[in-house]
């Protein structure tokens, strides 16, 4: 028996480097997207740590874009769940354009990015 499973699942944990960005269409449907940093730690071959960084695009529509917008902001760590796309457009000169993002489903904020001194007193007195 043959049995066709397509499976295309991201599982993302890193640091956001930027805050997020809302774009609306015109007829009201919003996406946000920001970029995730993920690194990894290796030995090379003499022993000495180092360590690659690979950045991603995210991208959340509908409920989810609007649950970003109020929670992310730039540094905080992430989870994000979802599934990897490959897309392509033509640009305004011509040349086709090949782009990878995630498209995300669920995000788990881990560690909320800290704010700076006295922001937190600023908002504090804010709500009083």
Avoid at 15 to 32: L, M, R, S, Y
Wanted: glycine share 8%.
């Amino acid at each position: 028996m043959y049995v066709e499973c397509y499976v295309n699942k991201a599982i993302l944990l890193g640091n956001v480097g930027a805050d997020p960005q809302e774009h609306t269409f015109d007829n009201g449907a919003k996406v946000v997207s920001f970029p995730l940093a993920t690194s990894r730690r290796y030995k090379d071959g003499s022993g000495n740590i180092l360590e690659q960084t690979a950045w991603h695009k995210v991208k959340f529509t509908g409920d989810n874009a609007e649950k970003v917008m109020r929670l992310v902001k730039k540094s905080a760590a992430v989870q994000v769940d979802g599934s990897i796309r490959y897309d392509f457009y033509t640009n305004k000169d011509g040349v086709e354009i090949h782009t990878t993002t995630i498209q995300g489903e669920t995000i788990r904020v881990v560690a909320f990015a800290k704010r700076p001194e006295g922001e937190a007193a600023k908002e504090g007195a804010e709500e009083n």
